[in-house]
């Protein structure tokens, strides 16, 4: 079930789905790291792929794509839209 | 020479924007690579004669950012502050605008002599987005030159540029964030540089509030006055945004960049997907990009093998004629075969660089060049986690399979040391081009095709296990994969050859002396005699423990120069190559997995001692020979007891 609105893990999202970054819950470096990325709170992130086996996540940010490890992905918590 | 007449350039930017082809273009001939002082990080540098002016070039590795997350970052701003280039010219890929842009705000903010190229503008427009570069350089304050960098387009003008910024000096535009942040800045900044630091004020407060590790440590250290103050400003700044102060600057700089993206750039999007994305539906796609990349990367070492074996034997022929010429010509006194070992040295490395690692190099090139290789790690990334590397490891191993060398070489794309020593090891373990020979020319050949894969399988169990084992061991976290994918672009020769030289080359430099030492060294303990007393010393080794012919001893030894030594060697001492008719079925497959797995090549473990140290690389070839003469005594006795 994807109730919009609601706030849950990237990797919870299917292909093709967007939400907007809440929050980004990890060590500093990491959130760091995606924020220089442009992926703070706030952003706009579409899963473009997903993997087997809970494999990592391809998104789409701010016209950029980019591939995701699965431990990192699962860090960014997004409302889906 | 004139100092007015001699101009440093500085080329900064992310990966996969063209900023090897630009530097490519303006250095060609004139480049000499040497790393960053006490890191094992290529450095980069070349000259360019220009206009009456000696410029000369340095590429920066490429980066994200300007934070002190990882090493290259660090080099890259201490080098930018401390060197003061001329000008920094920052390379943007028209086609991730707003990525890109972000490090364009952060180079800004060092307030050095900066100038845009914005590169790929002919992938843009494909995408449909139009820059407007005139409001793109008023917003920024900063020259900006549209190039195509794969075509040499622009890059006139953008040395014409570098010269006018010599010539009539350059003001950098200052860019101003949010109030919070500005007012957060101003109260912090004044005389902060007094504090020792290269760093503009403005600059140095900046990072304060990113919570920066190494200014943040050096600020309090000499100005601890300013730990409380510098506190009370991030807690502002946190209270009104809700998240970490550093999130707020990095924040304040997407927001930025996605503005002027908004002001400067018009996306006209396109009604059907582009041929990249519907190449990605099948490339990417959680089942059938697995069949893709197996057609595509089997494909490629299928062709290369068969062309390398078959270049390869024709090498061999002359050079083997050559010899004869040279015993008949030259002698065979000791002297004589000392000499015509050092030749050896270098005809054994034509033979495995011409037939083998050029068409190898060029192939991964090309994959690399489209964007396939990005894709690889995709796939790859899931499995590669569970033996402690990412996605990115994976191609390191493909670079293996053809020759341990270069794959330990590349593992330089891998972030942290411990990656990269963790899939170094691993590479030394996956069977190089030379085993190949020795699994399908002794095992394939005379036991079965089918016994030549379970070989292949072993190998990979045996990397698994030892991934699995070596990412316990080691200190310290799993690095998470972040890797931008590129769109597939059609390959450009010149880029493709540029590159499989400095690869090649680089293999040459570090293979051949050694190779050519340990040769000798080999051949004159052969002359002297010594031999039959080490083959008979290494017995209780060779024929009790793996059951093979006392003649094996030598051959290993041989083998640490090359692996398909061995089995040249063994056809040498036998005058035949008949393998079957001296080594049972049994034997081969114990011989071949010796070989596997017994030590890397001492051209590998030359890399490993230049990258790792001399320590690590010892302890590698150390344990990388007890464990090999353990399993293939063990595989030796199983297959014996199962009546092979």
């Given at each position: 079930m994807n109730i919009p609105g609601k706030s849950r893990s990237l990797t919870e999202l299917q292909e093709g789905q967007s939400g907007i970054v809440q929050s980004l819950n990890g060590g500093r470096n990491l959130t760091k790291r995606l924020a220089d990325l442009g992926m703070g709170p706030g952003t706009r992130i579409r899963v473009l792929r997903t993997s087997l086996f809970a494999g990592?996540?391809?998104?789409?940010?701010?016209?950029?794509?980019?591939?995701?490890?699965?431990?990192?992905?699962?860090?960014?918590?997004?409302?889906?839209i | 020479m004139n100092d007015n007449k001699r101009i440093n350039v500085v080329l900064a930017g992310q990966g996969n924007t063209g900023k090897t082809s630009i530097f490519n273009y303006y250095t060609g001939s004139h480049q000499h690579t040497g790393n960053w002082a006490g890191k094992t990080i290529e450095k980069l540098e070349g000259t360019l004669y220009y206009k009456g002016y000696t410029i000369d070039v340095l590429d920066l590795p490429g980066i994200y950012s300007l934070t002190t997350l990882s090493v290259e970052e660090l080099i890259a701003r201490e080098y930018i502050i401390k060197h003061k280039p001329d000008v920094v010219i920052n390379?943007?890929?028209?086609?991730?605008?707003?990525?890109?842009l972000i490090f364009t705000l952060q180079l800004l903010e060092l307030e050095c002599p900066l100038i845009i190229a914005l590169n790929m503008v002919d992938l843009a427009r494909k995408k449909g987005v139009e820059i407007d570069t005139g409001k793109l350089q008023k917003k920024l304050n900063t020259p900006v030159v549209p190039t195509i960098a794969s075509r040499g387009t622009g890059l006139t003008e953008l040395m014409d540029k570098v010269i006018e910024i010599k010539e009539n000096g350059h003001h950098p535009g200052v860019i101003r964030y949010g109030r919070e942040i500005e007012n957060a800045v101003d109260e912090l900044s004044p005389g902060l540089n007094t504090a020792g630091l290269?760093?503009?004020?403005?600059?140095?407060?900046?990072?304060?509030?990113?919570?920066?590790?190494?200014?943040?440590?050096?600020?309090?250290?000499?100005?601890?006055?300013?730990?409380?103050?510098?506190?009370?400003?991030?807690?502002?700044?946190?209270?009104?945004?809700?998240?970490?102060?550093?999130?707020?600057?990095?924040?304040?700089?997407?927001?930025?960049?996605?503005?002027?993206?908004?002001?400067?750039?018009?996306?006209t999007p396109h009604q059907k997907p582009s041929f990249s994305d519907r190449l990605d539906i099948i490339t990417t796609h959680k089942f059938t990009g697995y069949f893709v990349m197996i057609f595509i990367v089997g494909g490629m070492f299928l062709s290369v093998f068969k062309l390398g074996n078959w270049l390869s034997s024709v090498l061999e022929t002359v050079f083997t004629s050559w010899h004869e010429w040279w015993n008949i010509n030259v002698g065979e006194s000791f002297l004589a075969a000392l000499s015509w070992s050092a030749i050896e040295g270098v005809l054994a490395l034509v033979e495995i660089a011409l037939p083998y690692i050029l068409p190898?190099?060029?192939l991964l090139y090309v994959l690399e060049e489209w964007g396939y290789i990005a894709r690889i790690s995709f796939l790859m990334d899931n499995l590669m986690h569970k033996i402690g590397i990412h996605g990115k490891g994976c191609i390191s191993f493909i670079i293996g399979l053809g020759c341990n060398v270069p794959g330990c070489l590349s593992c330089r794309i891998?972030?942290?040391?411990?990656?990269?020593?963790?899939?170094?090891?691993?590479?030394?373990?996956?069977?190089?081009?030379?085993v190949?020979?020795?699994?399908?020319?002794?095992?394939?050949?005379?036991?079965?095709?089918?016994?030549?894969?379970?070989?292949?399988?072993?190998?990979?169990?045996?990397?698994?296990?030892?991934?699995?084992?070596?990412?316990?061991?080691?200190?310290?976290?799993?690095?998470?994969?972040?890797?931008?994918?590129?769109?597939?672009?059609?390959?450009?020769?010149?880029?493709?050859?540029?590159?499989?030289?400095?690869?090649?080359?680089?293999?040459?430099?570090?293979?051949?002396?050694?190779?050519?030492?340990?040769?000798?060294?080999?051949?004159?303990?052969?002359?002297?005699?010594?031999?039959?007393?080490?083959?008979?010393?290494?017995?209780?080794?060779?024929?009790?423990?793996?059951?093979?012919?006392?003649?094996?001893?030598?051959?290993?030894?041989?083998?640490?120069?090359?692996?398909?030594?061995?089995?040249?060697?063994?056809?040498?001492?036998?005058?035949?190559?008949?393998?079957?008719?001296?080594?049972?079925?049994?034997?081969?497959?114990?011989?071949?997995?010796?070989?596997?797995?017994?030590?890397?090549?001492?051209?590998?473990?030359?890399?490993?001692?230049?990258?790792?140290?001399?320590?690590?690389?010892?302890?590698?070839?150390?344990?990388?020979?007890?464990?090999?003469?353990?399993?293939?005594?063990?595989?030796?006795?199983?297959?014996?007891?199962?009546?092979?």
């Amino acid at each position: 079930m994807n109730i919009p609105g609601k706030s849950r893990s990237l990797t919870e999202l299917q292909e093709g789905q967007s939400g907007i970054v809440q929050s980004l819950n990890g060590g500093r470096n990491l959130t760091k790291r995606l924020a220089d990325l442009g992926m703070g709170p706030g952003t706009r992130i579409r899963v473009l792929r997903t993997s087997l086996f809970a494999g990592p996540v391809q998104v789409e940010v701010s016209g950029s794509k980019l591939v995701l490890g699965r431990g990192l992905a699962s860090k960014i918590l997004v409302e889906t839209i | 020479m004139n100092d007015n007449k001699r101009i440093n350039v500085v080329l900064a930017g992310q990966g996969n924007t063209g900023k090897t082809s630009i530097f490519n273009y303006y250095t060609g001939s004139h480049q000499h690579t040497g790393n960053w002082a006490g890191k094992t990080i290529e450095k980069l540098e070349g000259t360019l004669y220009y206009k009456g002016y000696t410029i000369d070039v340095l590429d920066l590795p490429g980066i994200y950012s300007l934070t002190t997350l990882s090493v290259e970052e660090l080099i890259a701003r201490e080098y930018i502050i401390k060197h003061k280039p001329d000008v920094v010219i920052n390379i943007v890929d028209s086609t991730n605008l707003e990525r890109n842009l972000i490090f364009t705000l952060q180079l800004l903010e060092l307030e050095c002599p900066l100038i845009i190229a914005l590169n790929m503008v002919d992938l843009a427009r494909k995408k449909g987005v139009e820059i407007d570069t005139g409001k793109l350089q008023k917003k920024l304050n900063t020259p900006v030159v549209p190039t195509i960098a794969s075509r040499g387009t622009g890059l006139t003008e953008l040395m014409d540029k570098v010269i006018e910024i010599k010539e009539n000096g350059h003001h950098p535009g200052v860019i101003r964030y949010g109030r919070e942040i500005e007012n957060a800045v101003d109260e912090l900044s004044p005389g902060l540089n007094t504090a020792g630091l290269l760093y503009p004020d403005r600059w140095i407060a900046i990072k304060l509030l990113e919570k920066d590790s190494e200014i943040t440590k050096s600020i309090r250290e000499t100005r601890p006055d300013l730990t409380e103050k510098k506190k009370t400003l991030a807690n502002r700044l946190e209270e009104i945004h809700g998240h970490d102060s550093s999130l707020v600057i990095s924040d304040e700089r997407s927001h930025y960049a996605s503005q002027i993206v908004r002001e400067t750039a018009t996306i006209t999007p396109h009604q059907k997907p582009s041929f990249s994305d519907r190449l990605d539906i099948i490339t990417t796609h959680k089942f059938t990009g697995y069949f893709v990349m197996i057609f595509i990367v089997g494909g490629m070492f299928l062709s290369v093998f068969k062309l390398g074996n078959w270049l390869s034997s024709v090498l061999e022929t002359v050079f083997t004629s050559w010899h004869e010429w040279w015993n008949i010509n030259v002698g065979e006194s000791f002297l004589a075969a000392l000499s015509w070992s050092a030749i050896e040295g270098v005809l054994a490395l034509v033979e495995i660089a011409l037939p083998y690692i050029l068409p190898f190099y060029i192939l991964l090139y090309v994959l690399e060049e489209w964007g396939y290789i990005a894709r690889i790690s995709f796939l790859m990334d899931n499995l590669m986690h569970k033996i402690g590397i990412h996605g990115k490891g994976c191609i390191s191993f493909i670079i293996g399979l053809g020759c341990n060398v270069p794959g330990c070489l590349s593992c330089r794309i891998m972030e942290s040391k411990r990656e990269r020593f963790l899939t170094a090891v691993l590479v030394t373990l996956v069977p190089c081009s030379a085993v190949s020979v020795i699994v399908f020319g002794l095992v394939g050949k005379y036991v079965g095709i089918i016994w030549a894969m379970g070989l292949y399988l072993f190998a990979m169990i045996v990397i698994f296990a030892a991934g699995k084992i070596l990412s316990k061991l080691l200190p310290g976290e799993p690095v998470e994969l972040i890797m931008p994918m590129p769109d597939y672009k059609t390959p450009r020769l010149k880029t493709i050859l540029y590159q499989t030289w400095d690869a090649l080359k680089e293999f040459i430099y570090i293979a051949a002396p050694i190779v050519i030492i340990a040769g000798v060294v080999i051949q004159a303990i052969n002359l002297i005699g010594w031999m039959p007393a080490i083959s008979s010393f290494l017995s209780p080794l060779t024929v009790n423990w793996l059951g093979l012919p006392a003649i094996t001893g030598i051959l290993l030894i041989f083998g640490i120069l090359r692996k398909e030594l061995i089995l040249v060697m063994l056809a040498a001492y036998l005058g035949t190559t008949e393998f079957a008719e001296v080594l049972s079925p049994v034997q081969m497959i114990t011989l071949a997995v010796v070989s596997m797995f017994y030590v890397p090549c001492i051209a590998t473990v030359s890399v490993l001692w230049k990258e790792y140290g001399w320590k690590r690389a010892l302890a590698v070839t150390v344990i990388e020979i007890l464990f090999a003469i353990l399993l293939a005594g063990l595989v030796y006795r199983l297959l014996t007891l199962f009546g092979m």
